[in-house]
């Protein structure tokens, strides 16, 4: 009993100093943990402390260290020092970081070079973090901080790299294409293994056929019949042209296939203003809406719409979100020179990216929470990045970009169809089933 007393009291008496020495220093430093770094901006701000209660602590403790120059510049970020913090972040790169640390600094100086609109720069940044420190492409693709960055062509340029990969940029943004692309078209590798196991039994038979033919040729006793070697020889070489041609044709359909999805990934990452004022990415009404996206002048854009008004209870009844992008409307926004990305109201809308998004999006009361706030039609926030995704998709379908255009989307977030022109809202009612038909179940 005495011993154990005795120790109670030894640990009272640590306690005791150490709340004393707290006091006494007050030594508090803001600390964002290295894996929340690149996120903490696309979050709500988070500041997280780290107060020490040690009896040892000495100078060294305050000296700069990558991480706590990661901190500082991202500190200095959300206050709009812009220039200050990219000197924290250069800082940071130059006191031997670790690999996490160097990623978070290269993502943040390409998001200071983003809102000063140095594109060019910012996307070297990317690039090297994408490279050598396995960044991954979503994270660029789902941050408002760089939503400005994502209306620029080095963002097309550093998109298409990424696409396709190479030791410049990387090979993980182009795997996590082609693992969709693998559940999209399952079958793909199956043909490519027949394309390959016939063209080699082809090159085979070839081998052995073309001594034959040349006996044949030469003529005298014992040579094969000249047609019938000839016509193997033939059928041969035929097949292996038609397997190669089927080879590559395959993989130029992959390619586009690539294409396609990445531009469909980028399509879901675009936000929305709802008709009560918050901000969704697209990505967060599949299932629940059929967005159709109308893009042209005003004056078309607007007629449009007056028309769909006709429908306006069919259309709903069939899940249709109108997504009006008038052209050259986000080269007229002017961007505050407050913060960054997104305004506040806006960027608190908007969810967090990782796991409790997902489950926030899959959870049954956010989805139907999200239905009562939806309405007939939307507002497009960063309106230059849907243009620029709109003028994209024009040039995959050969249209002119700058022309007048709609695109109609499935309820799983997929291209369903498009067309020059403003779309036929009679034929739309007709052709789209109701929400609770099962065609739209099968559609999800």
Same mark, same amino acid.
């Given at each position: ?22 006091? *006494?220093?007050?030594?508090? /430093? ?12 696309? $979050? ?28 500082? @510049? ?28 160097? +990623?978070?600094?290269?993502?943040? !100086? ?8 140095? %594109? !060019? ?25 760089? =939503? ?7 963002? !097309? ?44 039994? =082809? @090159? ?14 030469? %003529? @005298?006793? %014992? ?25 590559? *044709? ?6 586009? $296939? ?79 020179? !407050? @913060?960054?990305?997104? +305004?506040?109201?806006? =960027? ?11 489950? /926030? ?40 970009? %700058? ?42």
């Amino acid at each position: 009993m005495e011993i154990r007393n005795l120790a109670m009291a030894v640990v009272a008496v640590q306690q005791f100093l150490c709340f004393t020495d707290l006091n *006494w220093r007050n030594i508090t /430093r803001p600390c964002i943990p290295p894996h929340c770094a690149i996120l903490l901006r696309s $979050q709500k701000r988070v500041k997280y402390s780290v107060i020490s209660c040690s009896s040892s602590q000495t100078p060294e403790a305050d000296t700069q260290t990558a991480e706590s120059c990661v901190n500082l @510049g991202l500190e200095l970020f959300s206050k709009g020092r812009v220039k200050d913090a990219l000197t924290q972040f250069d800082t940071a790169l130059s006191l031997n970081p670790n690999p996490v640390e160097a +990623q978070a600094a290269f993502y943040n !100086k390409a998001c200071c070079h983003a809102y000063r609109g140095e %594109g !060019k720069k910012a996307a070297d940044c990317l690039r090297t973090a994408l490279r050598e420190y396995n960044l991954k492409f979503g994270t660029i693709l789902n941050d408002p901080d760089l =939503a400005s960055f994502r209306a620029l062509p080095e963002f !097309k340029e550093l998109q298409e790299e990424a696409r396709l990969g190479g030791e410049d940029i990387g090979y993980s943004f182009r795997r996590d294409l082609k693992l969709i692309s693998e559940v999209q078209a399952p079958f793909r590798g199956v043909r490519r293994f027949f394309y390959v196991a016939l063209t080699a039994a =082809a @090159g085979i038979s070839l081998f052995f056929t073309v001594p034959r033919l040349i006996r044949a040729i030469n %003529g @005298g006793d %014992g040579a094969p019949d000249l047609l019938a070697t000839a016509g193997n020889a033939a059928i041969n070489i035929g097949g292996i042209v038609v397997l190669v041609a089927l080879f590559f *044709w395959d993989n130029k359909k992959e390619e586009e $296939q690539l294409a396609q999805i990445s531009r469909d990934e980028t399509l879901s990452r675009l936000p929305l203003r709802l008709s009560t004022n918050r901000v969704v990415e697209l990505v967060q009404l599949r299932d629940t809406v059929r967005p159709v996206i109308i893009a042209g002048k005003k004056e078309t854009v607007s007629s449009a719409i007056q028309r769909a008004e006709r429908f306006r209870t069919e259309l709903l009844r069939r899940g249709v979100l109108l997504v009006p992008v008038i052209w050259g409307e986000g080269r007229e926004t002017k961007i505050e020179k !407050k @913060g960054f990305g997104l +305004q506040p109201k806006a =960027a608190e809308a908007l969810p967090s990216i990782g796991e409790d998004f997902e489950k /926030r999006a899959q959870s049954i009361t956010a989805k139907s929470k999200l239905k009562s706030e939806i309405r007939f039609k939307a507002e497009v926030v960063s309106p230059a990045e849907w243009e620029r995704w709109i003028r994209d998709q024009q040039k995959s379908e050969g249209v002119s970009p %700058g022309e007048d255009v709609y695109i109609l989307l499935r309820l799983d977030g997929r291209v369903r169809r498009s067309g020059k022109g403003m779309p036929d809202w009679q034929q739309i009612v007709k052709e789209l089933p109701p929400m609770e038909a099962f065609l739209s179940k099968l559609e999800r």
